[in-house]
């Protein structure tokens, strides 16, 4: 979507009334992020092949697109000649002080992250401002080896780790 982007007019959507006073424009529809979804899950499908997959799931701006995601790569399995099996983990990433960002990154929860050895590692978060903070989480997790690491933006597409 480019800066200039004015987005839809209202006048092309079912809204809620209650949202007509507040909203100007609609700039990404429902029915494209859902298309956007299946065909970013329809390209983990192939990058994956028949392999098992860890999801991190960054909360928490991601969970929702995340389990979106992870929803329909299910339904891609079930409907496919190919199962693909996943374990899903949440992990809170801090690196802002107040809102200023720092050289430390903090990673909350997650299970114990040397079970990623030797793993198939799908990161997935909503959005990457600066990078800086995805950067060290993939330096962070280059310590233990996974064997494949792959990142999903909600606004971009599937990135391998260069």
């Known amino acids: ?3 200039s982007w004015t987005g839809y007019n209202l006048d092309v959507f079912s ?16 029915g494209v992020i ?3 979804i299946e065909r970013l899950a ?8 028949d392999n098992r997959i860890t999801v991190l799931c960054v909360l ?4 929702k697109f995340c389990a979106d995601l992870v929803e329909q790569i299910k339904s891609l399995s079930r409907n496919s000649e190919r199962f693909i099996s996943m374990r899903v983990d ?11 960002s720092t050289a430390d ?18 990161i997935v978060e909503d959005v990457i ?5 995805m950067e060290a989480l993939l330096s962070h997790l280059e310590k233990y080896n996974p064997k494949m690491v792959k990142v999903a933006r909600w606004v971009t597409a599937l990135t391998d780790r260069y």
Not at 110 to 115: A, F, I, Q, R, V
Not at 129 to 133: H, M, P
Request: glycine content about 12%.
């Open 1 to 3: 979507i480019s800066d």
């Open 15 to 30: 809204l809620p009334h209650h949202y007509c006073e507040d909203l100007e424009c609609v700039f990404i529809p429902h």
């Open 34 to 36: 859902v298309d956007r």
């Open 42 to 49: 329809n390209d983990i499908m192939k990058d994956i092949g």
């Open 60 to 63: 928490k701006g991601g969970y």
């Open 90 to 100: 949440f992990i809170r990433l801090r690196s802002y002080c107040n809102d200023k």
């Open 105 to 122: 990154l903090q990673i909350i929860g997650g299970e114990d992250l040397s079970k990623l050895t030797g793993k198939n590692v799908l």
């Open 129 to 133: 401002g600066t990078g800086r903070t």
